[in-house]
């Protein structure tokens, strides 16, 4: 039995620069699985190449079991669940439409996306009574990326792909949702692959962590498991995470 | 008198006619135009430089160029309303174009990330975020080409441009502002009008 999503020797060239050379990985159900680097080391691209929004370059990438060369783009598209940082719901839509859309495009019928909509909003921890009929311009940050985790959710696909969606917040709005995602999945169990450059949420939300450095995988590794990793990259990150503990030992100017 | 204000509604019925057959086709030639060109940017420069062009040739040179040529041209409404159509072309174009490329690029990747095919994201996306730029461009076109169409008369077009040319033949101002004001009138009343619509759709 192969994993939801298998990626193999991924390559991709965006503007004449290679992105990714060579990434393999896999997310299975229930499995939240960690693209954590810097700025520019291809985290990002692996999602949009799992999307089929970028052209690959060499590898392959399996979603059930398929290689998304066999899979109709639109088909695969709407069995993944996408959410970015700054949201990108429609500004024209409300809330209910917004987060219905994924439901429509499956085909279900009026009533059950109304109903499933209501469910959602009580999922992210909104009422639906108070939020339903607005626009996304009358949310906070918090509650914009509370309503696109509830619309990538709506058809209930099977794979998530989220890229830094709570880098935009405040730290205790992040922290309360980081806790609300944790919560949502040990109740769904959907596969997810999560976009970070933050090595404290990389540790709080993955199963596996997989560090990425100038397009190539560095270390994948189990959060206790990298917490021991030893190439420069890894390092780099978790000293980032030690000097924030060491308060009284700041540099004195 | 009577005689005067029949003339001036006749007039003015002729003015909206040609007014409204100039815009409906500038229209249907601007707003799928734009909706291609928005998705080929090396046919871009070109069809926008050739509306540019067309803007910037006086009215009544347009007139001149287009009266020699067979089908289009001619003395009478159709030249005038194939010339008129020529000059709101741009602006519908230009505004219906900047609508759709203004689209909010993670909400376009979004659309399709999440699966909806070109045609969805034309019809629910694109086009109802564009919806204020494309009215703000019929505006401005309607309401120059009410202007415009007063010159039209020059060339056997009729409307309101009649009274000012024959005003003008006959050093008569009463019989220029009979043209005139109901021509300024009715540009204002499309302004507000045009505007009042524009702004239900404005973005919330």
């Not at chain 1, 949009?48 to 088909?75: H, N, Q």
């Not at chain 2, 086709?25 to 540019?52: C, D, E, H, K, S």
Request: charge should be positive.
């Amino acid at each position: 039995m192969s994993a939801l999503l298998e990626i193999r020797d991924l390559r991709c060239s965006l503007g004449g620069r290679e992105v990714l050379r060579g990434v393999s990985l896999e997310a299975g159900e229930g499995e939240t699985v960690v693209l954590l680097g810097r700025s520019g080391s291809g985290k990002t691209t692996i999602l949009k190449a799992v999307l089929g929004l970028v052209p690959i370059s060499g590898g392959e990438i399996l979603f059930e079991g398929r290689p998304m060369s066999e899979w109709p783009l639109i088909e695969v598209r709407r069995r993944m669940g996408y959410v970015v940082q700054d949201s990108g719901l429609f500004p024209h839509w409300t809330v209910e439409r917004n987060i219905g859309l994924p439901a429509v495009l499956a085909g279900r019928a009026p009533e059950a996306v109304v109903e499933r909509t209501g469910e959602l909003l009580e999922m992210v921890g909104l009422d639906p009574r108070e939020f339903r009929g607005r626009y996304p311009s009358q949310l906070s940050g918090g509650q914009k990326q509370r309503v696109a985790i509830a619309r990538a959710l709506a058809a209930d696909p099977p794979l998530l792909l989220l890229d830094e969606p709570f880098a935009a917040l405040d730290p205790i709005t992040r922290f309360d949702l980081q806790r609300q995602f944790l919560g949502l999945r040990r109740r769904l169990g959907k596969a997810a692959l999560f976009v970070t450059h933050d090595i404290r949420e990389a540790l709080m939300m993955a199963t596996r962590i997989a560090l990425l450095a100038n397009g190539a995988l560095d270390v994948i590794a189990s959060p206790a498991e990298f917490l021991e990793a030893r190439t420069a990259e890894a390092r780099a990150f978790l000293a980032s995470l030690e000097e924030t503990w060491r308060l009284d030992e700041r540099p004195r100017l | 008198m009577s005689g005067r204000a029949s003339e001036i509604a006749s007039l003015s019925l002729e003015h909206l006619e040609v007014v409204a057959l100039a815009v409906a086709i500038a229209a249907v030639i601007a707003l799928p135009a734009a909706v291609m060109l928005a998705r080929r940017a090396a046919w871009r420069r070109w069809v926008v430089g050739f509306a540019n062009l067309a803007q910037t040739v006086p009215s009544l040179a347009l007139f001149g160029f287009l009266l020699p040529l067979p089908l289009i041209g001619g003395i009478g409404k159709r030249t005038a309303v194939v010339a008129l159509a020529l000059y709101a072309l741009l602006p519908m174009l230009r505004n219906t174009l900047v609508g759709i490329l203004g689209v909010d690029r993670t909400v376009r990747e979004l659309a399709v990330a999440m699966g909806m095919t070109a045609r969805q994201i034309l019809w629910q996306v694109e086009l109802p975020l564009a919806a204020p730029s494309i009215l703000a461009g019929l505006r401005i076109a309607t309401v120059a080409t009410i202007g415009g169409a007063t010159i039209a008369a020059a060339i056997g077009g009729g409307g309101l441009g009649v009274f000012i040319f024959r005003g003008i033949a006959m050093l008569d101002t009463a019989t220029v502002l009979a043209g005139a004001i109901p021509a300024a009138l009715m540009a204002l009343v499309a302004d507000e009008g045009l505007e009042w619509i524009e702004r239900r759709f404005a973005p919330r």
